[in-house]
């Protein structure tokens, strides 16, 4: 697939193999119905256990993202993708009012804010380009 692990980012291999699989689900590049690696392949592909494949498959069965197809695998479940994006948002807001409580309790005044954020989006737009 196109997973990256990183090791030294402080979240568990599992969970990052969890929030992979919900952005690119969110994002389209996993479709409903699409088969998901098995756990031997996708432990090899990363070159991490199987077994941390295994839990962070059963946690996206749990989230209701893969579903089981008798005699085939783990197939990304019907309206996943709404449900990934919606988490995915929801995730993203998180991270954007630390960075606002950061920005408030270093005394950035709101224009200030305003033109870094506007900066930003700027750059982004230029690399998409």
């Known amino acids: 697939m196109f997973?990256?692990?990183d090791f030294s980012n402080g979240l568990p291999v599992y969970q990052q193999v969890v929030r992979q699989v919900k952005f690119a689900v969110a994002g389209g590049a996993l479709q409903a119905g699409e088969l998901v690696p098995s756990v031997r392949e996708l432990?090899?592909?990363?070159?991490i256990n199987p077994?941390?494949?295994a839990r962070a498959f059963r946690q996206l069965q749990a989230d209701g993202v893969l579903e089981s197809v008798r005699g085939m695998g783990l197939q990304v479940a019907a309206g996943a993708q709404q449900?990934?994006?919606d988490e995915r948002v929801k995730l993203i807001?998180?991270?954007i009012q630390q960075v606002f409580v950061e920005a408030r309790q270093s005394r950035l005044a709101a224009d200030e804010l305003r033109a870094l954020v506007d900066g930003e989006l700027a750059?982004?737009?230029q690399l998409e380009v």
Do not use: G, M, P
Request: net charge positive; glycine share 0%; proline share 0%.
């Open 3 to 5: 997973f990256q692990i």
């Open 43 to 47: 432990s090899r592909e990363l070159a």
């Open 51 to 53: 077994n941390t494949v």
């Open 83 to 85: 449900q990934c994006r």
């Open 93 to 95: 807001r998180q991270r």
């Open 123 to 125: 750059a982004i737009e």
